[in-house]
């Protein structure tokens, strides 16, 4: 009996899955859940108990959270990475450190096949299957619901029919909750002018006074919030989340190009990674000069565009995660915000590598290091490449 992983959240998709390649085609199934910080200990209990009255032969839980932050969440900090200035690209960031540990599962226990419930119709059935090829070429992909082109009628049905009892109401929004975010998709998502109303929202908005927040980074990484240090850098991003939902701030409507070529438009929450991207991005701006913010600018728009689009194994990723590491050697400090309900202000930093802070002069107030003359003479020269080009102009009468 040939046997088969399959990547397994007990959804209708993949329980359907489960089933199917038991019934119908014979494989010995296993099944397996990437936790990369979206289920609780409850929710994992639950899944493994559908997983089971489902028959297979194993359940696991691997717990990729930690791989999650140290090889990609920093990079996106570091980064500042929000794609088309939006979407800190929350759940899609999960779905390669789902699949590199599922196929890593898969040669562990010797599978013969690896099998996920992607549609075709989106991003993640790309990410998994490229991430499967490359890591293990040997073993042969299946994916029923895209294959098959099934309606939830049928695999409603089908589980029915072979015992299998559950509660597949089909919810009014479908939500994705990760470490780095919530996507949420319904029927506004799917038009252009028209936006989520807010009970599609997991958290609601519970606090309306203002408060202030401090985020302490450290060499461009997070190590306290509000004063309290965290040696656990996912505890700390699971409290500036909290704290910035009950604000219900961090929400946006995402519009992009997918993979496959069409348009896509997902609805998301995300307090954390938002308030910490641009927290740090405002320290930046005191301790970077001109050239390391505009070449950081130019590498995390590249390093956000190749996570989404199934690129993280591309070497060019860690030549890109080499050169953002570098460029936080002095993002150290304090950046304090005001929140408010669904808003925050970027109040000011607190660092000893402040570039304002110089004796070279306070910009529009006092000069220190150069004079009146200086500036002239530097002006002068500044302009002669436009002065050349338009006494050109001029000789040839434009």
Known sequence: MKKVLLAFSGGLDTSFCAMYLQKEKGYEVHTALANTGGFDEKELEIIADKAHRLGVKSHVALDVTKDYYSKSIRYMVFGNVLRNGTYPISVSSERIFQAIAI????????ADAVAHGSTGAGNDQVRFDLTFQILAPE????????????????????????????????????????LWGTSIGGKETLKS???????????????????????????????????????????????????????????????????????????????????IINAHKMLEKHTLTKWQLYWKDQIGTWYGMFLHE????????????????????????????????????????????????????????????????DVKGFTKILGNQMKIFYNVQKRNGK
């Open 139 to 178: 073993i042969e992909i299946i994916t029923p619901t895209r294959d098959m082109e099934l309606t939830r009628e049928y695999e409603i049905d089908y589980l029915k029919k072979h015992g299998y009892e559950a509660d597949f109401k089909k919810l009014e929004y479908s939500i994705n909750k990760g």
């Open 193 to 275: 002018n028209e936006t989520l109303p807010e009970e599609a929202y997991p958290s609601q908005v519970v606090r309306k006074d203002e408060s202030k927040l401090t985020i302490d980074f450290e060499k461009g990484e997070l190590v306290a919030v509000n004063g309290k240090k965290y040696e656990d850098k996912i505890a700390a991003i699971n409290e500036i989340n909290r704290i910035g939902s009950e604000y219900g701030i961090g929400r946006d409507m995402h519009i992009g190009d997918t993979i496959i070529g069409i348009k896509g438009r997902v609805g998301f929450e995300a307090a954390g990674a938002i308030l």
């Open 103 to 110: 196929i890593n599962y898969a040669k562990q226990i010797g």
């Open 310 to 373: 199934a690129q993280y194994l591309d070497p060019v990723m860690r030549n890109m995660e080499a050169f953002l590491e570098s460029s936080q050697e002095n993002v150290t400090g304090r950046v304090i915000l005001t929140l408010r309900p669904q808003s925050y202000t970027l109040v000011g930093v607190e660092t000893p590598y402040d570039l304002m802070r110089s004796d070279f002069g306070e910009y529009g107030e006092v000069v220190k290091a150069w004079t009146a003359d």
